[in-house]
């Protein structure tokens, strides 16, 4: 639980430096940011799965690097189901999806020791 934690706090500020970072991208503050992770993680476990199943052969053909066009998909979900949370196109949030994976990947390396 205190793993989950971690990396919702994680995720929360990854997207404040984010919208530090890009331009086009904007949250209102860390409580925004919390809330907006919670979504991102519920997009991510819901619809993720079925993008990701009917993407399948451009997932296969572009050697897995069509995933970063299915998270920025969700991000743009997120953005859109949010009021305090804005990314201005598609780079931006392809920009923000990679980060986000960066961080994410990072904080399972450390944490995930099982």
């Not at 994680?10 to 086009?24: M, P, R």
């Amino acid at each position: 639980m205190k793993v989950l934690l971690i990396k919702w706090v994680l995720n929360a500020a990854t997207l404040l430096i984010g919208a530090k970072l890009l331009q086009g991208v904007q949250v209102k503050g860390f409580a925004s940011a919390m809330f907006v992770a919670v979504i991102i993680g519920i997009l991510n476990v819901s619809l993720k799965p079925i993008l990701s199943f009917f993407s399948f052969p451009f997932i296969v053909l572009s050697l897995g690097l069509f995933t970063l066009v299915i998270n920025a998909f969700v991000l743009m979900v997120a953005a859109a189901l949010s009021e305090d949370f804005k990314i201005g196109g598609f780079w931006n949030a392809l920009v923000l999806g990679v980060l986000l994976s960066i961080v994410n990947s990072a904080a399972s390396s450390i944490f995930d020791k099982n």
